[in-house]
C-alpha cells in the first residue's frame, strides 16, 4: 500500500479524461477490413474477380467462377510485403517500416468438367487464403506544451470520485498489480490526491511543463481463412457457386508511450506500455453467379455473409515504469524524506471474451473479352461497416446490454457502409505471356461527422504472366495508399490533446504458379 506523502510544491491540475490504445469499434474495422485478394493474376487486375472466373481466386470472391473450370488446378503464392508509415506529430515528422513474408493463397480446384455429358457439370474447390494482414508500424514524437498522458490518468480518477484509499484498494500488494492506470500512477507517484480532502482533484508532483513525448505502436498478425466451395455451370452459360468460409484472427498490438519533463525537478518523465493479444474464429457463407451474355461479355453478382466470431479471446496488460528523480515527501514517521527510485508497476492482466459480427458485402461486376487478345474487367463491392455488432456473453444480462449499447451505438455512429471499386486489364503480348494491370479505391467506411481525414485507400497494380498447356507462372507488384490518424490519448478539452496524421504505404510483391492436370 502507498503511504500517503505531502509535496513541498505546489500543483497544478488540469480537468483531462483517459483512453486507451483502442477500443471495440475499432477492432471491429481492423478484422472487417480487406483489400484486393486472390492469386497474384487476380491481385495484378486490382482485385476484380467476380466476373472472370476459372480461378482460384474465385472460391472467396465469386464461388460462381468454379463453373468456368475444365481442368483441375494446384495453386499457389508467395508475398513480400513492406509497410511504410510516416507520420507528423506536434509540427515533428517520423517514419516507421515493417516488412513480412507470407503465403496469400494456397489450394485446389476439382473440375469434374470432363466427366459431364449433360446440361450441367461444376468444380469444387478448398483452400488457404490470407485475406488482411495487420502490419501498421507507427512512429511519432514531439514537444506538448499543453498536456501529458498523465492528465488522462488524473482525469479518471477524478470522474470516478477517486481517493487514495480507494486507490489503494485496486493496488494488490501481494502480486503487485493495479486494476486501473490510475491506480498505477497513484502506487509509483505520478498522481496524488488533494492534499486537504484526501481525494478529488488529483494532481501531478509538478507543474505541467514542456513535455517531449515520444511513441511507438507495432501491429502485426493476419486474418486468414480456410475456403470450401462449389461452381456449377449450366450450358455453358449461367454460373452458380457457393461457399463456406472459415475465418482465423490472430492479432497483436503493442504501444509504448513517454513523456519526458523538460526542466523537471522532481519526476523527470515515465514510460507506459500496453499490449493486446485478440484471436477468435468465424464462419462465413457466400453465394454468387455469372451470367455470360455473349462470348465476348459476362455479368456478376456475388454476396457475403457477415462473419459470426463466438469467441474473440484478448488478453490486455500494461506496465507503467516512472522515472523519478527525487520526490521530497514527509514518511509515515513525520521526518523529510526523498523518494529517488520507484519500481516499475504492471496492471493486473485482463482476459476477456467477446464476440464480433462482421459487415456483409454485396458486389457486382463485368468481364470483356477483345476474343483472345485480352480483356477488361470491373467490380464494384458495397461494404456494410455501419452493421458490424460486438456483444459479450461472458458479461451476460445488463452488463452485456451496457456493452452493446455503448460500443453498437459507437459503430453507428463512427462508420457506414462503402464502396469498393476495382478495374484491372489483361493484354496478350505472345501466345504465352501476358501483361496486366489495375486500379482500385476501397472507401474508408467512415462517417463524415468522425472526422475530416480522407481515409479511402487506393491501390495501383501491375503485373505478367507466362502460361503453358500444363502450368503457369504470375508475377505481380501491387502499392496501396492511404491516410490515417492516431491519437495517443484524448482529454476533456480537445484543445488540449493532438493526434499525428498518418501517411501509409505498403508495397507487395506476388510471385504465384499453378499446375493444371
Do not use: C
Amino acid at each position: 500500500m502507498k503511504k500517503a506523502i505531502y509535496l513541498f510544491f505546489s500543483v497544478f491540475t488540469l480537468n483531462t479524461a483517459v483512453a486507451q490504445i483502442y477500443t471495440y469499434p475499432s477492432l471491429a474495422k481492423q478484422f472487417s477490413t480487406s483489400y484486393s485478394l486472390g492469386t497474384a493474376r487476380m491481385q495484378a487486375l486490382g482485385g476484380a474477380n467476380t466476373a472472370l472466373g476459372a480461378d482460384l481466386s474465385s472460391i472467396t470472391g465469386n464461388p460462381a467462377g468454379l463453373g468456368l473450370y475444365t481442368r483441375s488446378e494446384v495453386n499457389m503464392s508467395l508475398a513480400y510485403t513492406g509497410v511504410q508509415t510516416k507520420s507528423t506529430y506536434l509540427s515533428t515528422s517520423n517514419e516507421a517500416s515493417e516488412n513480412q513474408i507470407q503465403m496469400p493463397t494456397l489450394g485446389m480446384v476439382i473440375s469434374s468438367n470432363n466427366l459431364s455429358g449433360g446440361d450441367w457439370h461444376g468444380s469444387l474447390g478448398f483452400g488457404y487464403s490470407r485475406q488482411a494482414i495487420f502490419i501498421q508500424p507507427i512512429h511519432i514524437s514531439g514537444t506538448n506544451n499543453r498536456s501529458s498522458l498523465l492528465d488522462n490518468f488524473i482525469e479518471k480518477a477524478n470522474d470516478k470520485g477517486a481517493t487514495g484509499a480507494s486507490l489503494d484498494d485496486e493496488y494488490d500488494s501481494y502480486s503487485g498489480t493495479a486494476s486501473s492506470a490510475e491506480a498505477l500512477a497513484y502506487q509509483t507517484y505520478l498522481i496524488n490526491p488533494n492534499a486537504t480532502s484526501g481525494g478529488a482533484p488529483f494532481e501531478r508532483f509538478q507543474p505541467l511543463l514542456p513535455t517531449n513525448q515520444y511513441g511507438s505502436a507495432t501491429n502485426t498478425g493476419a486474418l486468414t481463412s480456410w475456403d470450401f466451395a462449389y461452381g456449377a455451370s449450366y450450358r455453358d452459360k449461367f454460373y452458380l457457386g457457393a461457399a463456406m468460409h472459415f475465418s482465423k484472427i490472430t492479432a497483436s498490438s503493442s504501444t509504448t508511450w513517454e513523456d519526458e519533463f523538460v526542466g523537471a525537478k522532481y519526476v523527470a518523465g515515465f514510460q507506459y506500455a500496453e499490449t493486446l493479444l485478440t484471436s477468435g474464429s468465424g464462419i462465413a457463407i457466400s453465394l454468387g453467379g455469372i451470367y455470360k451474355v455473349n462470348p465476348s461479355l459476362r455479368l456478376s453478382l456475388a454476396f457475403r455473409s457477415p462473419t459470426y466470431y463466438d469467441q474473440m479471446n484478448e488478453t490486455y496488460d500494461a506496465r507503467l515504469s516512472p522515472n523519478v528523480i527525487g520526490i521530497p515527501a514527509i514518511g509515515s514517521s513525520g521526518n523529510p524524506i526523498t523518494i529517488t527510485k520507484v519500481n516499475p508497476m504492471r496492471l493486473t492482466t485482463n482476459e476477456f471474451t467477446y464476440q464480433l459480427l462482421s459487415p456483409m458485402k454485396v458486389s457486382g461486376g463485368f468481364a470483356f473479352f477483345f476474343s483472345k487478345k485480352g480483356f477488361l474487367t470491373a467490380d464494384v463491392e458495397y461494404v456494410g461497416y455501419g452493421g458490424m455488432k460486438v456483444y459479450s456473453a461472458e458479461l451476460g444480462g445488463s452488463a452485456n446490454q451496457a456493452f452493446q449499447t455503448k460500443y453498437n451505438g459507437q459503430i453507428s455512429r463512427n462508420f457506414e457502409g462503402a464502396l469498393n471499386i476495382k478495374v484491372g486489364s489483361e493484354i496478350r503480348i505472345a501466345p504465352s505471356l501476358s501483361i496486366r494491370g489495375g486500379a482500385a479505391m476501397f472507401g474508408s467506411g467512415y462517417a463524415p461527422s468522425y472526422d475530416t481525414i480522407d481515409r479511402n485507400a487506393f491501390q495501383f497494380s501491375g503485373g505478367i504472366g507466362y502460361r503453358k498447356s500444363n502450368f503457369y507462372l504470375d508475377l505481380t507488384a501491387i502499392q496501396r495508399t492511404q491516410k490515417d490518424a492516431y491519437t495517443p490519448y484524448t482529454l476533456k478539452n480537445a484543445a488540449d490533446y493532438s493526434s499525428a496524421t498518418l501517411s501509409l504505404t505498403s508495397t507487395q510483391f506476388m510471385l504465384g504458379g499453378g499446375i493444371y492436370f
